[in-house]
T-cell receptor, first 116, second 111 residues
């Protein structure tokens, strides 16, 4: 069974440029998460989807970040414009149900963003 | 709010040594507790979990016991191997809400 797939794995851009990350969750997983992981820190939730509905986006900086999950499968996270402080690893994860039920999130390998 | 505190790393051990990585948490109620592991070049994966007080989670020789009285969930392994070298994250979730992670502890095992 294929795991969570993310692309690109690495992205280097100039500040003020836009960038987009793509995630394909495990087939059949209704819940999809985007996490931000800064160097030396644990992942922090940006947004959680239940199917195509964003049910928790309180930590998403909405002035420059946006996300969508069309048809409740793949998801895209966009940053426009990028700032130096956005350099980090962006993790996508999926689960069959909400974390409280099983606790097992399946993570992709992440997309490492460097903003110059 | 909910939070998780882990011992700082890196932790460097020789092969077959005993491992303990400390984890304490703050929560308003009775969270579920987890250890995730990230091997080099791979995504995070669930190592073990415990959903109520006194539960012991175990997997691949690792164990952790949910201690409500000390709000702790320390990770232990009796004999580490070089292949256990990774970053270990303690995490909690409460009332079906988001998973909150600690900062992670780097483990390096020397042969």
């Amino acid at each position: 069974e294929a795991g969570v797939v993310q692309s690109p794995r690495y992205k280097i851009i100039e500040k003020k440029q836009p960038v987009a990350f793509w995630c394909n969750p495990i087939s059949g997983h209704n819940t999809l998460y985007w996490y931000l992981q800064n160097l030396g820190q644990g992942p922090e939730l940006l947004i959680r989807y239940e199917n195509e509905e964003a049910v928790d986006d309180s930590q998403l900086p909405k002035d420059r970040f946006s996300a969508e999950r069309l048809k409740g499968v793949d998801s895209t996270l966009k940053i426009q414009p990028a700032e130096l402080g956005d350099s980090a690893v962006y993790l996508c994860a999926s689960s069959l149900s909400r974390t409280g039920d099983t606790g097992e999130l399946f993570f992709g390998e992440g997309s490492r963003l460097t903003v110059l | 709010g909910n939070s998780v505190t882990q011992m700082e790393g890196p932790v460097t051990l020789s092969e077959e040594a005993f491992l303990t990585i400390n984890c304490t948490y703050t929560a308003t109620g009775y969270p579920s507790l987890f250890w995730y592991v990230q091997y080099p070049g791979e995504g995070l994966q669930l190592l073990l979990k415990a959903t109520k007080a006194d539960d012991k989670g175990s997997n691949k020789g690792f164990e952790a016991t949910y201690r409500k009285e000390t709000t702790s969930f320390h990770l232990e392994k009796g004999s580490v191997q070089v292949s256990d070298s990774a970053v270990y994250f303690c995490a909690l979730s409460e009332y079906g809400n988001k998973l909150v992670f600690g900062a992670g502890t780097i483990l390096r095992v020397k042969s």
